[in-house]
Structure formats: structure tokens, C-alpha cells
């Protein structure tokens, strides 16, 4: 009577104990969110914000023919995706502001990033704490240096790209990821399940092509790892969804997906994606000694399979000079960071699992310290403690003092980093602050940029750049170069921050 007196008291402890720690993962899961949600608030500017903006823009003006997002020119742009489209919709049809309509979107990818985590760890584990830990180690196991990069899912940068297609397409793919792997469990899923499977993958792969490759890496592992094998009628409905998939990307009218394999000149930008990488994503590491633990349980793990697929095709790109095929990098952390979660609650004995719950409280505390800066997008800095404050990125100031003078349309001559905002408001600029594959002229426009500024340029080799693309405008920072202050072709329209002036182009 005694000895099941106290094994029943120990199992309560025990359940106690597992209860106070779902609770505190759950928690935490939620101040994470609570934080995400302020942030959506203030959006915080920082790297590709404004071309998006700027694709909301022409949208908005013509859903049919809108042009080229940058500069104006009539050629296709991959930012036209369908989640665009959807947005350049919703901002033509009730008048919101741009930046408005990029909260909508940001609450949307939000949402949808968060549920298909929920969706796809509950095809994996059962277990209610789980889906709530996934999330934690997807936003906190990367390392102790800070990473922001659109399509990594760290939380600061999360915070800065909340808003991009790659947040949409990557909530979309871990729904994708969570509906194959149910549509793959015996023939339950019939035609329409699996033709709808390949729509999903497409419109991943429009939305932002290097997490739809993510996407396709990982509906590959699901299907190479289902239990049972797929038998036939399953494998002929899955070529039937790839069939779909491939129509709908060969259709989309505002640009061609598949001239996309023969672009160039990205490896530069990405090299940076093989530097510092156990200061970026070490925390990671422990994701993959779990996935070594899931790979002696099952040679077919779906997560195992996942990640040796994408750190193949990145270490491909290391040792080819091929950096962009660094962008497929999610493709190995995703599966790892989940397979941490996961292994808290699947390790065989009792000691392993609790040694290892440890190990990871402690990366996931010291991956939040890492990214503590975020906390500076909803709180001001001097609230903030001097450590934490350190760790704060100032966004960008923005281009609004622009707006009240340049109207939608006009032409800006500036350089690359003041090209890459005020396109938001609606002016083009002269030269694409981004690479621009579908522009045949990118490099002369460059160049037109680089010599207006340039010391050496003549008044009269300016004046040239000035009526070659119908230069209204120019804004340039001090010390820039280009025509005088006092030149008879300019009048000083205004000023901005960091001592930035706006030049209208009066004459002729």
C-alpha cells in the first residue's frame, strides 16, 4: 500500500514537473510572439522592405501592366508573385497605404509561419509541448553571433523581414510539408488532395524562389521518408501534383520562372553566407546531434533525409563558388532546430532526455541573448540596459520627407543606397538599388549613376545623364559629387537626415 502510495506521489511530481515546464516553454513561445506582434507595429526598415513597397506601388496602379518595380521601364520582375498580387489587390481595392498594407502582411505571414509549424510537428510528435519548443529553437538555436537574412528564420531577423514573401512562403511550406506527409500515409488522400499539394508548391516557389527551393527540399525528405512506402496509385497522384506545380509555374504571366536557372551574378552578394558560420548558426549543432540520435532509430528519418539534403546542396555551393546555392541553408537548419525540440521528448531513457532538455534550455537562453537587440524595435533605447541596448540596430531613417514633393512616377537620380527606398513612395530611380535580372539596360544605368557622380564628369556629361532618363530629381548626401550646388540646372527643394539634399531639375 505504502510502495503504490509513492509511486503514485512520484508520478505526480513527475507530471507536476513536466506541466510547469510546457507551461514555461509555452510561455516563453507566446512573450516571443507578443514580441513579433509589437514589432509588426512599428515595421522597422532595414534591407529589402522598400523594393516590396515599391511592388505594392505598381500594383496598385495597374494590376495588368505594372512595370518594373524600380525603375521605369516595361520589363516582368520575379517580385511579382502571387502573394504580391494578392496584396497589390487588397491596397487598389480599399486605398490603404503601402506600409499599411505590408502590416497586413506581416500579421498574415505571422500567422500562417506559426500554424504550420503547429501543423507540421504535430505530424512528427505528439507530445503538447512540442510544437511550442519548435518554434523557440526555429527562432533562437543559431549562434552567438547576430544573423539577419530574409528566409532565415533567427528572431532579429524575423523581426526585420516579418513582412517579406519569404515569411509567406515559408509558413506556407511548413503547411505544405505537414499536408504531404498526411496525404502520403497510406491511399487515404485522393486527387484533388495531392493537385492541390502542387498548386501549394508552386505559388511557394513564385512568392520567393530560394525558400520555394527549401519547400521542394523538404516535400522531397517527407516522400522519401513516408511510412509506408508509397504505393503506386499514391506515387501516380503525387506526379500528378508535381505536373500541376510545373504547369503553374510555366503559366504565371508577370514573369517566366524558368529563365530564373540561367540568371547570374548573385555569388558575390552570397558569399558572406559561408563566413563565420559556427559564430552565425553553432547553436545549431545540437539540432544536428539529434538528428544523429533520429538517424540510428530510423534510416528513412524524414528530418535526417531533409537536412542532408540541403547541407549537400550548400556545401555544393561552398566548394563550386556557387554562393547563392547558399540561400538553401534553411534547408539543413530547420530540420535540425526541429529535430532538438523533437528529441526532448523522444531521447530513450529518462536521464538522457532531462541532460538533454538542459543543454537546450541552455543554447536557447544564450540564443536569446544573442538576439536581445530585437527588443529596441518596440522598446526606446534608453530603456533599455546598457548590455542589451548594445546589442540594438538602429533601422533605416526612411524617405517620407521625399513624399510631399516627389510625386508617383517622377525619376530620381541617386546612389545604390537611397535607390533602395525611395521606390516605396512611388518615384523610380535611375539605377535599380537591387540586381535586376529581367533589366537589359541594368549596367548602362549603373554606369550613368557612377559617372553623374564622379569628379572627372564634365557639366555637359551630366547634363547628358539628366536628359538621357528624364531625371527629375536628384538626392544625393554631401560630399557625393555631381553638379554644383549654385548650377542653374538644379534649385534646392529640401533636406533630410544625415544631411541629405533634394535637387529639382529645373531646366529644360
Not at 539534403?309 to 530540420?335: C, D, E, K, N, Q
Not at 555631381?482 to 529644360?508: F, I, K, N
Amino acid at each position: 500500500m505504502r510502495v503504490a502510495t509513492k509511486g503514485v506521489i512520484r508520478g505526480a511530481a513527475r507530471g507536476g514537473v513536466r506541466g510547469a515546464v510546457r507551461g514555461c516553454v509555452r510561455g516563453a513561445a507566446l512573450l516571443v510572439l507578443a514580441l513579433l506582434l509589437l514589432v509588426i507595429v512599428r515595421l522597422p526598415w532595414a534591407g529589402d522592405l522598400g523594393i516590396h513597397a515599391a511592388t505594392v506601388e505598381r500594383l496598385r496602379h495597374d494590376l495588368a501592366d505594372p512595370g518594373n518595380p524600380l525603375v521605369d521601364a516595361d520589363t516582368p520582375s520575379p517580385y511579382y508573385s502571387p502573394w504580391m498580387l494578392l496584396l497589390g489587390c487588397l491596397a487598389k481595392a480599399t486605398g490603404l497605404g503601402t506600409f499599411v498594407v505590408l502590416r497586413v502582411a506581416a500579421l498574415v505571414g505571422l500567422a500562417l509561419l506559426v500554424t504550420g509549424v503547429w501543423h507540421f510537428v504535430r505530424t512528427l510528435s505528439a507530445r503538447r509541448g512540442a510544437p511550442a519548443l519548435a518554434l523557440l529553437c526555429l527562432l533562437l538555436l543559431w549562434g552567438p553571433g547576430l544573423f539577419n537574412w530574409s528566409g532565415f528564420l533567427g528572431l532579429n531577423s524575423l523581426a526585420l523581414t516579418v513582412s517579406y514573401p519569404s515569411t509567406f512562403a515559408l509558413g506556407l511550406s511548413f503547411h505544405l510539408w505537414a499536408l504531404l506527409r498526411k496525404a502520403l500515409r497510406g491511399d487515404g488522400a485522393g486527387w484533388s488532395a495531392f493537385l492541390g499539394l502542387g498548386a501549394l508548391w508552386a505559388v511557394a516557389l513564385l512568392s520567393h524562389q530560394f525558400t520555394g527551393v527549401v519547400a521542394s527540399f523538404g516535400a522531397l525528405a517527407m516522400v522519401l521518408g513516408a511510412r509506408p512506402w508509397p504505393t503506386r496509385a499514391v506515387w501516380a497522384r503525387l506526379a500528378g501534383g508535381l505536373g500541376v506545380g510545373l504547369v503553374a509555374l510555366a503559366i504565371w504571366p508577370y514573369y517566366s520562372f524558368f529563365d530564373l536557372f540561367g540568371v547570374g551574378g548573385l555569388e558575390e552578394i552570397h558569399r558572406s553566407l559561408y563566413r563565420n558560420l559556427l559564430p552565425h548558426f553553432g547553436l545549431a549543432l545540437l539540432g544536428v546531434a539529434a538528428l544523429a540520435l533520429r538517424l540510428r532509430r530510423d534510416r528513412r528519418d524524414s528530418l535526417v533525409l531533409f537536412f542532408l539534403l540541403g547541407a549537400a546542396m550548400f556545401a555544393a555551393g561552398g566548394l563550386t563558388g556557387h554562393y547563392s546555392w547558399g540561400r538553401v541553408l534553411p534547408a539543413a537548419l530547420i530540420p535540425a532546430q526541429v529535430a532538438a525540440a523533437l528529441e526532448v521528448f523522444e531521447a530513450g531513457r529518462t536521464g538522457v532526455r532531462r541532460a538533454f532538455a538542459g543543454v537546450l534550455g541552455v543554447a536557447l537562453l544564450a540564443g536569446a541573448w544573442t538576439q536581445a537587440g530585437t527588443l529596441g524595435y518596440v522598446v526606446p533605447k534608453g530603456a533599455l540596459p546598457g548590455p542589451v541596448a548594445a546589442k540594438y540596430k538602429v533601422p533605416w531613417t526612411g524617405y517620407d520627407w521625399l513624399a510631399p514633393q516627389v510625386k508617383y512616377g517622377d525619376v530620381v537620380l541617386a546612389k545604390t543606397f537611397p535607390s533602395r527606398q525611395i521606390p516605396a513612395y512611388g518615384p523610380y530611380t535611375v539605377a535599380p538599388g537591387y540586381p535586376d535580372f529581367f533589366l537589359p539596360d541594368q549596367e548602362e544605368r549603373l554606369a550613368a549613376v557612377r559617372d553623374y557622380f564622379a569628379p572627372g564628369t564634365s557639366r555637359a556629361g551630366r547634363l547628358a545623364v539628366l536628359h538621357r532618363y528624364g531625371v527629375r530629381w536628384i538626392v544625393q548626401y554631401p560630399g557625393d559629387g555631381g553638379l554644383g550646388a549654385g548650377d542653374p540646372a538644379l534649385r534646392r527643394a529640401g533636406g533630410g537626415p544625415e544631411g541629405q539634399v533634394l535637387y529639382e531639375v529645373v531646366w529644360g
